[in-house]
């Protein structure tokens, strides 16, 4: 079983950085695909960026691309996702998730472990 833990949310102004933190456990999470979504109230849950475990893969929504960074702690087995020059169109609930096997598709119906979300809201 793989869990996952997310923090780091919080409230900043436009053109402000925040870094979200998952920390994963389970002896199989070096086998995943790691990614954040995120999800308005509303509205469908959002790809944002994917990594296999090993780094050796990365994609990004291009929405983010540029401004975002998804990477990990090994030694920690930590997966964050560095956000910067955030956007108001950024507000949302974030969601780190895992997908055994997986090589960081962009479906949430690929991922088979999710977290319990941290909101992220980014003020004008």
């Known amino acids: 079983q793989v869990q996952l833990v997310e923090s780091g949310g919080g409230l900043v102004q436009a053109g402000g950085s925040l870094r979200l933190s998952c920390a994963a456990s389970g002896r199989r999470i070096t086998t995943c695909a790691m990614a954040w979504f995120r999800q308005v109230s509303g509205k469908e849950r959002e790809f944002v960026a994917a990594m296999t475990w090993s780094g050796s893969s990365t994609n990004y929504a291009d929405s983010v691309k540029d401004r975002f960074t998804i990477y990990r702690d090994n030694a920690k087995k930590v997966v964050y996702l560095q956000m910067n020059s955030l956007k108001p169109e950024d507000t949302a609930v974030y969601y780190c998730?895992?997908?055994?096997?997986?090589?960081?598709?962009?479906?949430?119906?690929?991922?088979?472990?999710w977290g319990q979300g941290t909101q992220v809201t980014v003020s004008s």
């Open positions: 998730a895992a997908d055994l096997m997986g090589v960081g598709a962009e479906r949430e119906v690929e991922y088979d472990y």
